[in-house]
């Protein structure tokens, strides 16, 4: 598998917890035979309510690592405006050129129109759209080969339906999905595609017993999403499968029903 993939390296953002989907996508992709390159940023989930090891991104690299491929890792605040640059030239150093950027890592608050405040909303906008946005330039800069460049977002469905309590969030949310299509374009060209997932309500440590049976009843499935499941989608778009896909804001949720 790994001469087919020809040695290929993917970025994934934000994978600082072992049970996040940023990690679910390192092993996925590392099963596949993907060297990878992960970021993290722990005093942001340090603040968040779910509960998180310092140690959980060594442990991550250790597992990679025993899957057979090249991995390195970087501590990151993406909301610095050097963040972007100082990724990329990593990853040229310690694995070389790489071919997959998976924009995983996000900022997420609850808010509302009556609490919302310029300073939360520019969290939310340096990370979601900001680094984004820019990660994804300079990856599209740095790309050297002629074709097999793949670039994937993590989106949330704000066009499905509306997200009350989430005001920032589905905001910057948004301004991914038409970052996607608009970027999408750009980079054709290039041998570059760029889709964007909404992998829905993902039980990724955050979900309460209350939280669950609340939303249990809208999958018809019977389950809350996993961390894999949206990590196997992922797994087909950037593959060679998936060179004719370009531009799709793709809805992996289970058949959520809002």
């Known amino acids: 598998m790994m001469n087919q993939l020809k040695e290929k390296i993917a970025i994934v953002t934000g994978a600082s917890r072992n049970n996040g989907i940023g990690a679910a996508i390192c092993k996925e992709l590392a099963e596949t035979g993907y060297h990878i390159f992960f970021t993290y940023w722990t005093d942001y989930d340090k603040g968040m309510p779910w509960t998180i090891y310092l140690d959980e991104p060594m442990k991550l690299e ?106 920032a969030y589905a905001t910057t949310k948004g301004a991914v999905d038409a970052l996607t299509v608009t970027l999408s374009a750009e980079l054709a060209t290039f041998g570059i ?25 809208m999958f018809p499935f019977g389950r809350l999403g996993e961390p894999r499941d949206v990590a196997k989608t992922i797994k087909f778009l950037v593959s060679d499968e998936a060179d004719w896909v370009t531009g799709q804001i793709i809805h992996s949720e289970g058949g959520f029903i809002r």
């Open 62 to 167: 250790a597992k990679l690592v025993k899957k057979g491929v090249k991995v390195s890792r970087m501590e990151l605040d993406l909301t610095k405006n050097d963040a972007p640059e100082l990724l990329i030239n990593r990853v040229n150093e310690q694995l070389g050129y790489p071919d997959i950027l998976i924009n995983n890592a996000a900022y997420s608050t609850n808010n509302d129109f009556s609490n919302l405040t310029a300073d939360e909303l520019d969290k939310h906008y340096m990370v979601n759209v900001r680094a984004t946005t820019l990660l994804s330039s300079k990856f599209a800069q740095n790309f050297k080969k002629e074709s097999g460049g793949r670039i994937v977002n993590i989106t949330s469905g704000q066009f499905k339906g509306p997200m009350p309590g989430e005001l």
């Open 193 to 217: 595609t760029v889709n964007a997932i909404n992998p829905g309500p993902t039980d990724t440590g955050w979900v309460t017993e209350e939280i669950r049976s609340d939303l249990k009843p």
